[in-house]
């Protein structure tokens, strides 16, 4: 009893440690990408995250021979490649609209893979989480704000990387099907560094001698909080994590309007607050329906169906 209480108290310290570690690498990405081009900036971090991954592959238990080894790889380079992709999307973003405009966009991301878990997963919707989608995509509407007169079309940026984020999570869970979650680690990190390195070199540029200990620092926090995150999933299922994560949106309207200068209007406030409501419903009403469907598939084999 007491070691389970360790263990939970450990995981919710290693995720919390992640939402802070990636607050920060969030900063750092606005501030390198205001100075250098999103690609190359996301180019360089994918490269310190495939190293980091073949060393994780390389020190398991099967080696990198058997983490390689992918039953999916065409789903497997698409999720690197979509997960790469938006991480430009993303920082692009946070220099067009802001860190925290931008993340509470991003914070729609469970409401995206709820609505796009039903033609692309197959998995039925009961009416709870359809009234949280619904109340979701109001929030997201709230604060892009579409009816204001001075409608800033750069918060679709933003929007985007949410629905790219959204399929990248869609993939991830039709790969888990048939990989391991350290095969699919392995390949988000080769696969993303692979399609940055095709285009990454064409907008290369040379960082002055600061600009590279803040790149050194944004590698340094994208592999741990990596790693932090990784942990805690081990002591801690989903539903406790990811509700936890949406203190990002938090830290990041505090180094947004403390470091970077940058308001929270009314809508942005209220339109957060119902976004991030929707989603932690969303989230718990999925680990809900995931929990009856094993009780269910455990009750048919021990009946013997």
Not at 163 to 183: E, H, N, Q
Not at 274 to 279: D, E, P, R, S, T
Request: some cysteine; glycine content about 8%; proline content about 3%.
């Amino acid at each position: 009893m007491r070691k389970g209480m360790d263990s939970k108290r450990t995981g919710y310290v290693f995720t919390l440690l992640a939402i802070l570690i990636f607050s920060l690498q969030d900063a750092i990405s606005k501030h390198l990408g205001s100075l250098y081009s999103p690609i190359f900036i996301a180019m360089l971090r994918f490269w310190a995250f495939a190293a980091f991954a073949l060393v994780m592959a390389a020190r398991s238990s099967g080696g990198l021979g058997v983490a390689i080894r992918s039953k999916r790889p065409f789903l497997q380079i698409l999720r690197g490649t979509l997960l790469a992709l938006q991480i430009v999307v993303v920082i692009t973003a946070f220099n067009a609209v802001g860190l925290a405009h931008t993340q509470a966009i991003l914070a729609s991301g469970p409401i995206f893979v709820a609505l796009l878990s039903m033609p692309l997963l197959g998995e039925r919707v009961g009416w709870r989480r359809w009234t949280s989608i619904s109340v979701g995509l109001l929030g997201v509407l709230i604060i892009i704000n579409p009816t204001d007169g001075a409608f800033d079309s750069s918060v679709l940026v933003p929007l985007a990387a949410a629905l790219m984020f959204a399929l990248y999570a869609i993939t991830t869970r039709l790969a888990s099907r048939d990989d391991s979650s350290l095969t699919s680690f392995l390949y988000t990190g080769l696969a993303g560094a692979a399609v940055l390195s095709l285009i990454g070199p064409f907008f290369w540029t040379n960082l002055i001698p600061v600009d590279w200990l803040w790149m050194g620092l944004l590698c340094m926090t994208g592999i741990s909080s990596h790693y932090f995150l990784i942990r805690a999933y081990d002591l801690l299922n989903a539903a406790a994590v990811q509700p936890l994560t949406y203190l990002q949106v938090v830290m990041a309207a505090i180094i947004g309007v403390t470091v970077f200068g940058e308001t929270l209007n009314v809508n942005m406030v209220l339109g957060s607050a119902i976004v991030v409501g929707a989603g932690m419903f969303t989230v718990w009403r999925e680990s809900v329906v995931a929990r009856r469907i094993a009780a269910e598939n455990r009750a048919r084999r021990e009946k013997g169906i």
